[in-house]
């Protein structure tokens, strides 16, 4: 962006500033045109604009301009960025929200945030099947294009973003916590692996964050709104991820939850979110039907020359070329385990090989 000196420096001033929220540093912007001059205005001029004492008596602390020249000097490093509404970069389907953070910090690949994405939560206290669940459908859905969005927490969160890494796939993780404070600790390798394979750290809060509960409902919102759907593997009816998933519904976005035993606790949230509207999911090729116009599909190498048509020599194909099979009854035909056919068939559909109709995959003669 085009932006002096001064007027970055005033805009991490702002930002860190307590009880400034996204609508209140809106507020102050179109009044004052600009963070500069919203920080020099006399603090009557904030409290005519409803915003409490709180809030501007800190703005020309030592404390605020230290905590701005460490966020300057954060993003001097490679790979570190900032994003701001009025940047060309900042993710367009986040833009829409009302309270879309005025300010975004990211560590990683920043050009992800535009990609299509699909974010899978759950419970931090997960089953094994159901970490199991979301870790493959992570490894499917990346392979499918889709840039995997989670929160970084403990349970299916970690599953999901492991999932997407092991397909050599992209992963985003929205923390509830500054970048500089990774909060769960446990997950702090991952994180760095994050970053380091092609992925990316968001977080809308100053870097020196540390964890408070409040931080992590509100950044739910931001999980929802970077992505074109939400899958729920595994929840309470407590559970913070009902609220990524309610925020999804409200911000127009597609929500998808995996049933699972009526006497499991960790199924209650996903069957309260299938009799409140969620579509009901099985399988992955249910998502991607019903996400086909979002998937981002690799452009085809260079031609080559003409080849003699050859016999299918993939398993699946083989099968598929003798009768439609749901995915379950490939599993059961071919040997395979589940996740590994939907990786498979996923691969496949992206190379027009297989089609899916009325719940059942064919072969494409080429």
């Given at each position: 962006?085009?932006l002096s000196?001064?007027?970055?420096?005033?805009r991490?001033?702002?930002?860190c500033?307590?009880?400034?929220?996204p609508?209140?540093f809106a507020?102050?912007m179109?009044?004052?045109?600009?963070?500069?001059?919203?920080?020099?205005?006399?603090?009557a001029?904030w409290r005519?604009l409803g915003?409490?004492?709180?809030?501007?008596?800190p703005?020309r602390s030592?404390?605020?301009?230290?905590?701005?020249?460490a966020a300057l000097?954060?993003?001097?490093?490679p790979?570190q960025?900032?994003?701001?509404?009025?940047d060309?970069?900042?993710p367009?389907l986040?833009?829409?929200l009302?309270d879309?953070?005025?300010?975004?910090?990211v560590?990683?690949?920043v050009?992800?945030l535009e990609?299509?994405?699909?974010?899978i939560?759950?419970s931090?206290r997960a089953s094994?099947?159901?970490l199991d669940?979301a870790?493959s459908?992570?490894?499917s859905?990346?392979?499918?294009?889709?840039?995997?969005?989670?929160?970084?927490a403990?349970?299916?969160?970690?599953?999901?973003?492991?999932?997407a890494l092991?397909?050599?796939?992209a992963?985003?993780?929205v923390?509830?916590?500054?970048?500089?404070?990774?909060y769960?600790?446990r997950?702090?390798?991952?994180?760095?692996?994050?970053?380091?394979e092609g992925?990316?750290?968001?977080?809308?809060?100053p870097?020196?964050?540390p964890?408070?509960?409040s931080n992590?409902?509100?950044?739910n919102?931001?999980i929802?709104?970077?992505?074109v759907g939400?899958l729920?593997?595994e929840?309470?009816p407590?559970?913070?991820s009902?609220?990524?998933?309610?925020?999804a519904?409200e911000?127009?976005?597609?929500?998808?939850?995996i049933?699972?035993s009526i006497?499991?606790?960790?199924?209650r949230?996903?069957?309260?979110?299938?009799?409140?509207g969620?579509?009901l999911?099985e399988?992955?090729e249910?998502i991607?039907?019903?996400?086909?116009?979002?998937?981002?599909?690799s452009p085809?190498?260079a031609?080559?020359a003409?080849?003699a048509?050859?016999?299918p020599?993939h398993?699946?194909?083989e099968?598929?070329?003798a009768a439609?099979?749901?995915?379950?009854?490939?599993?059961d035909?071919s040997g395979?385990?589940?996740?590994?056919?939907?990786?498979?068939?996923t691969?496949l559909e992206?190379?027009?090989r297989?089609a899916?109709?009325?719940?059942r995959w064919l072969g494409v003669?080429?």
């Amino acid at each position: 962006m085009d932006l002096s000196p001064a007027e970055l420096e005033a805009r991490l001033r702002l930002h860190c500033l307590p009880e400034l929220g996204p609508r209140r540093f809106a507020r102050l912007m179109q009044a004052f045109a600009g963070a500069s001059a919203a920080l020099s205005a006399p603090a009557a001029a904030w409290r005519a604009l409803g915003l409490p004492a709180g809030c501007a008596e800190p703005r020309r602390s030592q404390d605020i301009r230290e905590r701005a020249a460490a966020a300057l000097a954060w993003l001097e490093r490679p790979g570190q960025h900032l994003l701001m509404w009025d940047d060309p970069r900042y993710p367009a389907l986040l833009a829409e929200l009302p309270d879309a953070p005025p300010l975004l910090f990211v560590a990683g690949d920043v050009d992800l945030l535009e990609r299509p994405q699909l974010a899978i939560v759950g419970s931090r206290r997960a089953s094994r099947p159901g970490l199991d669940t979301a870790q493959s459908f992570a490894r499917s859905l990346a392979r499918g294009g889709f840039v995997i969005t989670s929160g970084l927490a403990l349970g299916i969160d970690g599953a999901a973003h492991l999932g997407a890494l092991e397909a050599g796939g992209a992963t985003v993780a929205v923390l509830g916590t500054g970048l500089q404070c990774i909060y769960p600790h446990r997950h702090k390798a991952l994180a760095e692996r994050i970053a380091r394979e092609g992925g990316a750290l968001v977080s809308e809060l100053p870097l020196d964050s540390p964890p408070q509960a409040s931080n992590f409902p509100r950044r739910n919102r931001i999980i929802s709104g970077l992505s074109v759907g939400v899958l729920v593997v595994e929840a309470s009816p407590s559970s913070g991820s009902l609220i990524t998933a309610r925020l999804a519904a409200e911000q127009g976005r597609e929500v998808y939850a995996i049933p699972g035993s009526i006497h499991h606790p960790g199924a209650r949230g996903c069957h309260q979110l299938i009799r409140d509207g969620a579509l009901l999911v099985e399988s992955v090729e249910h998502i991607l039907e019903a996400l086909r116009g979002w998937q981002v599909v690799s452009p085809p190498a260079a031609a080559a020359a003409p080849a003699a048509p050859a016999a299918p020599t993939h398993p699946l194909l083989e099968l598929l070329f003798a009768a439609p099979h749901s995915s379950e009854a490939l599993a059961d035909a071919s040997g395979w385990p589940l996740p590994k056919v939907l990786a498979a068939l996923t691969e496949l559909e992206l190379e027009g090989r297989v089609a899916s109709e009325a719940g059942r995959w064919l072969g494409v003669r080429r």
